[in-house]
């Protein structure tokens, strides 16, 4: 299979774009420059806060935005356009019709993943942005593979909130926090995983315990990108 360019809309945020751009190196079997794919990475950081625009309905702002993006990295000849950011999929269908490239749907990808992993009827928690959660589009993802999405409560999601910003702020995060709430989930509440379904938490350092449970949406959409553009993902023995 030849190399396809992949397209990359980040931005949102900046730290999590740069984390995808390195799990994509990390993550590719190569031998020399060349086994590496071809990207196009546009750190648009100045679209607007997707959580904001969902909880306001003010879409369109996001919308007009984005699409140049879209058309510019059409223009550029793309095979596929990856966005690591997952609250932004509340979008997908109205983004995917402003272009005709693929756009790699990682939520998708995420549900048809853990299914694969832990099969119909489980019971799956979820670490996101209060628009992620707000929006349904997970619980829509994990209906389609007969799965069950598990939410925190208010006060574990204030705590995941802020987190998620500090880290866009670059302020102090107790990673404690975080590994508290996963296990709470996986052994109080009976889930048997935990989706890091915001970008801001593959930017985290969580213990390799805690990680056991997690399936991160970055790390989905990082291999996916690679396979769609013709590299080769490393496998690693879990």
């Given at each position: 299979m030849g190399k396809k360019s992949l397209g990359v809309i980040g931005g949102m945020g900046p730290m999590a774009?740069?984390?995808?751009?390195?799990?994509?190196?990390e993550n590719t079997v190569a031998g020399a420059d060349q086994d590496h794919i071809n990207m196009i990475i546009l750190n648009h950081a100045t679209l607007?806060?997707?959580?904001?625009?969902?909880?306001?309905?003010?879409?369109?702002?996001?919308?007009?935005?984005?699409?140049?993006?879209?058309?510019?990295?059409?223009?550029?000849?793309?095979?596929?356009?990856?966005?690591?950011?997952?609250?932004?999929?509340?979008?997908?269908?109205?983004?995917?019709?402003?272009?005709?490239?693929n756009i790699i749907h990682m939520i998708d990808e995420t549900c048809k993943t853990i299914h694969q992993t832990y099969g119909e009827q489980s019971k799956v928690g979820i670490l996101a942005t209060n628009g992620t959660v707000s929006s349904g589009i997970y619980e829509k993802g994990c209906n389609a593979y007969?799965?069950?999405?598990?939410?925190?409560?208010?006060?574990?999601?204030?705590?995941?909130?802020?987190?998620?910003?500090?880290?866009?702020?670059?302020?102090a995060i107790d990673v404690n926090i975080?590994?508290?709430?996963?296990?709470?989930?996986?052994?109080?509440?009976?889930c048997s995983c935990v989706i890091l379904a915001c970008t801001e938490l593959s930017c985290l350092k969580l213990s390799?315990?805690?990680?056991?449970?997690?399936?991160?949406?970055?790390?989905?959409?990082?291999?996916r990108s690679i396979e769609y553009s013709g590299g080769i993902v490393k496998k690693v023995n879990s």
């Open positions: 774009t740069s984390v995808f751009f390195e799990k994509v190196i607007p806060d997707r959580t904001s625009v969902i909880l306001n309905k003010t879409e369109d702002t996001f919308l007009h935005a984005v699409e140049k993006d879209l058309k510019l990295l059409e223009s550029a000849g793309v095979a596929n356009i990856a966005i690591p950011c997952n609250t932004s999929h509340y979008f997908y269908d109205k983004m995917q019709e402003m272009t005709g490239v007969n799965m069950q999405l598990y939410k925190p409560n208010k006060v574990y999601q204030d705590q995941i909130m802020n987190t998620i910003y500090n880290v866009k702020s670059d302020l975080i590994e508290q709430i996963i296990k709470d989930l996986v052994h109080n509440e009976g390799d315990d805690v990680t056991s449970y997690c399936v991160d949406a970055m790390d989905v959409l990082v291999e």
